[in-house]
């Protein structure tokens, strides 16, 4: 019989320089975050200059402006380098320029949230083919792209990482508003792709050492709705979820630092749902 001992320790608690709340620090990490003019992504980029780690905020190049003075606010606050890239993900000369970029201003990338994403209106069975295609570049095309950039660099540098997709519960289940489908079918269809892309890289990374690992965001309160929903329309979406509200985007950054840090060391492939137990149903 071996004797597995020394490959699992069994109280490694008791180690004098074992601290489990050590495991959750990013320091010395560098990350970079898609949609960090958002609601969600700039929350996480805060969550992980807070951790320790050097971060890049990436979105659209119109904005930039906005971007910069996020950045000098989370550098001044958290004492880490942040950084402002204009990129837009859906589109593969300046997802190409984002890898060259974040290698010079970063020096390499050890976690990634891949959280770009858009939820366009019409979208259901009529959808204009426009919109549909819109729709898989920036959600789904992008996420690719990213994830790749980010996996290529880990691996060329000769080091693991984490990478985090955003899903969403569109993406597992057809959610129900009032007893009709709810206006994101090309939406939702682009999320469950997420999801098994994330679920795939997970497998044909781990032997570099790098985890993929997927959230699924229920209503969380962002610039994804705009000015677009009414008071009706709110309780409506909380029908289905037994929480009864909307969750602020700093309910993510727990999970977030969670999967970026070595706390998650053995949690790959999976997706984690933040949703308010909405997807009980
Ligand atoms: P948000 O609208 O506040 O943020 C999305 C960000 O993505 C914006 O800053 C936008 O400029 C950026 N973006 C859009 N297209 C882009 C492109 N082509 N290139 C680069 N950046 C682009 O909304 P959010 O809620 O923070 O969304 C973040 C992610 O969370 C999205 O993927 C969204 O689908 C997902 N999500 C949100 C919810 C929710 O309830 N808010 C639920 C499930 C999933």
Known sequence: MANF?????????????????????????????TGAAGGIGRSAAAAWAEAGADVALVDLPAKLDQLESLAAEMSDKYGVTVVAIGCDV?????????????????GTVDIAFLNAGVCLTDDSIDIPFDKWQKTLDINLSGAFMTGQIAHQIMREHGHGGSLIFTSSTAGHTVLNMGGFPAPNMSYGVTKAGVTRYTQYLAAALAPYGIRSNAITPGYIWSGIFGDSVSEEGHDAMLQMVPERRF????????????????????????????????LVY
């Open 5 to 33: 001992d020394d490959r699992y320790p069994l109280d490694k608690w008791r180690d004098a320089d074992h601290s489990v709340m050590q495991e959750f620090s990013l320091a010395g990490k560098k990350g970079f975050v």
């Open 90 to 106: 859906s589109d593969p000369d300046s997802v190409a320029a984002l890898k060259t970029t974040l290698v010079d201003r970063l």
């Open 247 to 278: 969750a602020r985007n700093d309910e993510l950054q727990g999970l977030l630092v969670f999967l970026a840090s070595d706390a998650s060391a053995y949690v790959t492939g999976t997706d984690t749902p933040i949703d308010g137990g909405l």
